[in-house]
């Protein structure tokens, strides 16, 4: 079975700054999909960004990127320029790849506060 | 855009209560899903179903059943409500052979 370890409940950050969010994740599949979603306060989840595991260029959307290590089974999200909009609640997320039943396994969750 | 909706956002049932939670997608998703949220588990995954009428177990699926009788719409009940079923309960909706989950707003469930 898959588990995903986020080990940072709560980060804080200063506008403008620069955080990473730590992700750390454990299979013996090959071939997998990390997610990372945010969960603003009181609305719905989204994706922020997704990483194909056979492709070793690290994902970029925008202000947020990802630093994937596969060896190391380590997934972490950097947001750069942060805005307070950030603020939410982000989770790291594990997927095999895309067949008929295929499902996420989450970690635990890590609750980022952007301060003006 | 993708619509993924819940019949509630917020409910307060009593202990041994039959509780039923709605949720209907909008975009012809085979995949459907249900998670519960609490603090520091982060989600758990219920139940999914990949095509209307079939179901499996997710991790935790003691003291709940689903039902999907139609594409766009997945329930999910609870037989005889508990405390210990307090929690947000979110949906989620995902194309055959796509990676993206979207997901639904979310029920805040209180038992009592």
């Known amino acids: 079975a898959q588990t995903v370890t986020q080990s940072q409940p709560e980060m804080s950050v200063q506008e403008a700054e620069t955080v990473t969010l730590s992700c750390t994740y454990d299979t013996s599949e090959n071939n997998y999909y990390l997610f990372w979603y945010k969960q603003p306060p009181s609305r719905q989840m989204i994706l922020v960004i997704r990483q194909e595991a056979y492709k070793q260029q690290n994902a970029t959307e925008n202000r947020f990127s990802v630093n994937f290590q596969k060896a190391a089974k380590s997934f972490s999200l950097k947001i750069s320029d942060s805005q307070l909009g950030d603020t939410a609640m982000y989770f790291c997320?594990?997927?095999?790849?895309?067949?008929?039943?295929?499902?996420?396994?989450f970690g635990e969750g890590t609750q980022l506060t952007v301060n003006p | 855009d993708v619509k993924v909706t819940q019949s509630s956002r917020y409910l307060v049932k009593r202990t041994g209560e039959k509780v039923f939670l709605e949720c209907v997608q909008d975009m012809d998703h085979e995949n459907m899903f249900w998670y519960r949220q609490d603090p520091g588990l982060g989600l758990r995954l219920i139940y999914f179903?990949?095509?209307?009428?079939?179901?499996e177990k997710g991790d935790i699926p003691e003291g709940y059943s689903v039902s999907r009788e139609k594409k766009e719409r997945f329930s999910l009940i609870l037989e005889s409500a508990s405390t210990n079923q307090t929690s947000m309960y979110l949906c989620a909706s995902r194309r055959q052979g796509g990676d993206e989950q979207y997901f639904g707003p979310g029920t805040r469930l209180t038992v009592t």
């Open positions: 997320a594990f997927m095999k790849p895309k067949t008929s039943g295929s499902r996420l396994t």
């Open positions: 179903s990949y095509d209307v009428k079939m179901k």
